[in-house]
């Protein structure tokens, strides 16, 4: 269509979203665009006469039909031909009609962020959820993914937890590394106690950090044990979300600690540090703060320590020379929206950013409480991700008996709820919505899912096989038959959608849509009772949507149960 709009009304609107949606109600084809409407304006026509000429330009063959409605929409009818066609190619394509790339590239996705020796808690939950999805939909639709997990594991804390570990005579790393969560919580908590209330003991946990970077071994050994023990919690937690984390792709702040001083230098040397105060900060163009005045981005602190934002720039050096990306998205807490612009304007004013690397924040709202508010514990602790995890298991466990099932439908539960709201909202953590197998929720599509396995075995079939070798899909007789076949062909752009745009709503929208056709057509077309060719087109249909479903719920990284 964007072809005919540019034949038309010249290259001016080569670029012009076409809109084409699927259409309301059944009167209207499948798809519908209101394309006329929006270019009226612009053009100084009325809506029809722009209908009508695109018509005259728009040549679809022999795969449908497009027609000019109303005020001036346009209503796409795919024939069933093309439709059957549709579905017989996602069935003998592996991929599932998702084309590669043309420009394949390098990403990395920067995502979860947990601190050492602190137990995750419902603020990590979005970032680890978020930046799971895109690394899966990213490497899906054929892009190189390096997943870094941006570890706090440097800075004043740990020579307050190595100085309090030398004060209670615990001095053998592997007692340190043998530690769980709960006793390393006990540990900041008591280290963190001594600090704010003994100056004594608050001044040797600072000489502490000198030591640490300075590599004092007894120092650096109680240190690593720390970050080993907390690491081993850390998998427990992304092994039970089925995140796809290892040990392989944390990148810790303490990386960059040697390359910090450098990155100071070379800002002196390029002329684009100001010492104000005592510290050295860079100005980024456009930054103001409330009172109008240019808004400093501190990189070394008055007192020698270094800033965020001299471990972010060394970080972003690293990804663009060493690791030679073409783009690097941040799944970060949108309050800190502004520190990653100033980095990156930074960044790019000393050249370190050149302008072929994407950098992209995905910033992303707050998790709720049923009060509205930001979701606390009754006593108004931050809530711990174990215990959102148990909640949400407790939650389902009623209806399920087998623990791995349990597992898998509270994981969609809480998965589903977080991707399929828009990432800069916030949401309500509301446990008894979430878990529901009715509605727009993940068990609902698990549901859907099991249900479409449960045809195909009543049917004979494992799921699987091959099914282009199994069925010959013909021809799509039935309206709903059409609907769920239209619905299939809508996966490739999707995929494509949320590569591009990160926005994981855009899936779990299409998979519910999914679901829904589906549900109707299990109404309306029996398919284990039909004969002959209906039957195996109604079966070839079952398993389309089986593995669209399966692959789509994978990508959101939700498991696809056969049984439920």
Not at 430 to 457: F, I, K, W
């Given at each position: 269509?964007?072809?005919?709009v540019?034949?038309?009304?010249?290259?001016?609107?080569?670029?012009?979203?076409?809109e084409?949606?699927p259409?309301?109600?059944?009167?209207?084809?499948h798809?519908?665009?209101n394309?006329?409407?929006?270019?009226?304006?612009?053009?100084?026509?009325?809506?029809?006469?722009?209908?009508?000429?695109?018509?005259?330009?728009?040549?679809?063959?022999?795969?449908?039909?497009?027609?000019?409605?109303?005020?001036g929409?346009?209503?796409?009818?795919?024939s069933?031909?093309?439709?059957?066609?549709?579905?017989?190619?996602?069935?003998?394509?592996?991929?599932?009609?998702?084309?590669?790339?043309?420009?394949?590239?390098?990403?990395?996705?920067?995502?979860?962020?947990?601190?050492?020796?602190?137990?995750?808690?419902v603020?990590?939950?979005?970032?680890t959820?978020?930046?799971?999805?895109?690394?899966?939909?990213?490497?899906?639709?054929?892009?190189?993914?390096?997943?870094?997990?941006?570890?706090?594991?440097?800075?004043?804390?740990?020579?307050?937890?190595?100085?309090?570990?030398?004060?209670?005579?615990?001095?053998?790393?592997?007692?340190?590394?043998?530690?769980?969560?709960?006793?390393?919580?006990?540990?900041?908590?008591?280290?963190?106690?001594?600090?704010?209330?003994?100056?004594g003991?608050?001044?040797?946990?600072r000489?502490?950090?000198?030591?640490?970077q300075?590599?004092?071994?007894?120092?650096?050994?109680?240190?690593?044990?720390?970050?080993?023990?907390?690491?081993?919690?850390?998998d427990?937690?992304?092994?039970?979300?089925?995140?796809?984390?290892?040990?392989?792709?944390?990148?810790?702040?303490s990386?960059?600690?040697d390359?910090?001083?450098?990155?100071?230098?070379?800002?002196?040397?390029?002329?684009?540090?100001?010492?104000?105060?005592?510290?050295?900060?860079?100005y980024?163009?456009?930054f103001?703060?409330r009172?109008?005045?240019?808004?400093?981005?501190?990189v070394?602190?008055?007192?020698?320590?270094?800033?965020?934002?001299?471990?972010?720039?060394?970080?972003?050096?690293?990804?663009?020379?060493?690791?030679?990306?073409?783009?690097?998205?941040?799944?970060?807490?949108?309050?800190?929206?502004q520190?990653?612009?100033?980095?990156?304007?930074?960044?790019?004013?000393?050249?370190?950013?050149?302008?072929?690397?994407?950098?992209?924040?995905?910033?992303?709202?707050?998790?709720?409480?049923?009060?509205?508010?930001?979701?606390?514990?009754?006593?108004?602790?931050?809530?711990?991700?174990?215990?959102?995890?148990?909640?949400?298991?407790?939650?389902?466990?009623?209806?399920?008996?087998?623990?791995?099932?349990?597992?898998?439908v509270?994981?969609?539960?809480?998965?589903?709820?977080?991707?399929?709201?828009?990432?800069?909202?916030?949401?309500?953590?509301?446990?008894?919505?979430?878990?529901?197998?009715?509605?727009?929720t993940?068990?609902?599509?698990?549901?859907?899912?099991?249900?479409?396995?449960?045809?195909?075995?009543?049917?004979?079939?494992?799921?699987?096989?091959?099914?282009?070798?199994?069925?010959?899909?013909?021809?799509?007789?039935?309206?709903?038959?059409?609907?769920?076949?239209?619905?299939?062909?809508?996966?490739?752009?999707?995929?494509?959608?949320?590569?591009?745009?990160?926005?994981?709503?855009h899936?779990?929208?299409?998979?519910?849509?999914l679901?829904?056709?589906?549900?109707?057509?299990?109404?309306?077309?029996?398919?284990?009772?039909?004969?002959?060719?209906?039957r195996?087109?109604?079966?070839?249909?079952?398993?389309?949507?089986?593995?669209?479903?399966?692959?789509?719920?994978?990508?959101?990284?939700?498991?696809?149960?056969?049984?439920?």
């Amino acid at each position: 269509m964007r072809s005919a709009v540019v034949a038309c009304f010249g290259d001016a609107y080569a670029q012009i979203d076409t809109e084409l949606r699927p259409a309301t109600r059944p009167e209207f084809g499948h798809l519908q665009s209101n394309l006329p409407l929006r270019l009226a304006g612009p053009l100084g026509l009325a809506p029809r006469e722009i209908g009508a000429r695109l018509l005259e330009a728009l040549d679809i063959g022999g795969l449908g039909s497009v027609e000019l409605a109303g005020a001036g929409f346009l209503n796409v009818t795919w024939s069933p031909e093309h439709l059957a066609d549709a579905v017989r190619e996602l069935l003998a394509d592996r991929h599932l009609s998702v084309p590669a790339p043309e420009t394949p590239q390098r990403v990395v996705v920067d995502y979860s962020s947990p601190n050492v020796a602190k137990q995750m808690h419902v603020g990590h939950l979005r970032s680890t959820v978020i930046g799971d999805a895109l690394a899966r939909v990213l490497t899906y639709a054929g892009h190189e993914v390096v997943r870094q997990n941006h570890l706090g594991d440097w800075g004043t804390q740990f020579g307050m937890l190595v100085e309090e570990l030398l004060g209670e005579d615990i001095r053998d790393p592997d007692a340190v590394g043998a530690l769980d969560m709960s006793e390393l919580l006990a540990l900041y908590q008591r280290a963190k106690a001594r600090f704010d209330d003994d100056p004594g003991f608050a001044d040797a946990a600072r000489r502490r950090v000198v030591e640490l970077q300075s590599g004092d071994p007894t120092t650096l050994a109680l240190w690593q044990a720390l970050v080993d023990a907390s690491m081993t919690e850390f998998d427990a937690t992304y092994s039970r979300l089925g995140v796809l984390l290892t040990d392989d792709d944390f990148d810790g702040e303490s990386r960059y600690n040697d390359r910090l001083p450098g990155i100071v230098a070379d800002l002196q040397t390029l002329g684009a540090l100001t010492e104000s105060d005592g510290a050295q900060v860079a100005y980024a163009d456009g930054f103001t703060g409330r009172d109008g005045a240019p808004l400093p981005l501190i990189v070394r602190k008055a007192d020698g320590g270094f800033g965020y934002a001299a471990t972010d720039l060394a970080t972003i050096r690293h990804r663009v020379d060493d690791l030679a990306v073409d783009r690097a998205v941040y799944v970060v807490d949108h309050r800190q929206s502004q520190h990653f612009e100033m980095v990156f304007a930074v960044a790019r004013a000393v050249g370190w950013l050149p302008g072929s690397v994407e950098v992209q924040h995905i910033g992303f709202g707050t998790v709720l409480g049923p009060d509205g508010r930001p979701f606390k514990t009754r006593s108004g602790e931050t809530v711990t991700l174990t215990t959102l995890l148990d909640d949400a298991e407790a939650a389902v466990a009623e209806r399920y008996d087998n623990p791995e099932v349990v597992r898998a439908v509270a994981n969609a539960a809480v998965k589903y709820a977080d991707l399929s709201n828009h990432l800069a909202r916030d949401y309500v953590f509301d446990l008894g919505r979430m878990s529901a197998t009715t509605g727009e929720t993940g068990p609902y599509l698990q549901y859907a899912h099991a249900r479409v396995c449960n045809v195909l075995a009543k049917g004979g079939q494992t799921t699987g096989q091959i099914i282009g070798k199994t069925y010959a899909v013909g021809t799509l007789h039935h309206p709903a038959e059409q609907r769920l076949a239209l619905a299939l062909t809508g996966f490739a752009p999707v995929v494509a959608k949320v590569a591009d745009t990160l926005e994981p709503h855009h899936l779990t929208a299409y998979l519910y849509g999914l679901a829904t056709a589906l549900t109707a057509f299990y109404e309306t077309c029996p398919v284990l009772r039909s004969e002959g060719e209906v039957r195996q087109t109604r079966l070839a249909l079952c398993e389309a949507t089986r593995q669209v479903m399966s692959a789509g719920l994978g990508l959101l990284g939700i498991e696809a149960p056969e049984r439920m």
